[in-house]
């Protein structure tokens, strides 16, 4: 069985940063390229980082790039999500995904999900 279990987020003033953790279980899927998406409210899932198994290769989408950074810890199958300079429009749920594929393919979507975790970042 796959769970993945988010958490690390909170409130925090524009400017500030956090750190979003993955734990993923389930021996296949905590190996594979992983990713973060997020709701903002009223708005449509966003994809918003992934990285491949290795970790040598992310992916960040165009609203946190520069300010975003994906990275993954093999050993205790953990994927984090830096965040840093938040803004406001960064306020949503953040949710973890794992692919169910070993290889890494563009755009990445996920097949298994966690259930997420707020982050709230205020003016």
């Known amino acids: 069985q796959v769970q993945l279990v988010e958490s690390g987020g909170g409130l925090v003033q524009t400017g500030g940063s956090l750190r979003l953790s993955c734990a993923a279980s389930?021996?296949?899927?905590?190996?594979?390229?992983m990713g973060w998406f997020r709701r903002r409210p009223g708005m449509e899932r966003e994809f918003v980082a992934a990285?491949?198994?290795?970790?040598?290769?992310?992916d960040y989408g165009d609203s946190v790039k520069g300010r975003f950074t994906i990275s993954r810890d093999n050993v205790n199958n953990t994927v984090y999500l830096q965040m840093n300079d938040l803004r406001p429009e960064d306020t949503a749920a953040y949710y973890c995904?794992?692919?169910?594929?070993?290889?890494?393919?563009?755009?990445?979507?996920?097949?298994?999900w966690g259930q997420g975790t707020q982050v709230t970042v205020s003016s």
């Open positions: 995904a794992a692919s169910g594929r070993s290889y890494y393919i563009r755009p990445f979507q996920g097949d298994y």
């Open positions: 389930g021996r296949t899927v905590s190996k594979n390229p």
């Open positions: 990285i491949t198994r290795s970790g040598v290769t992310t």
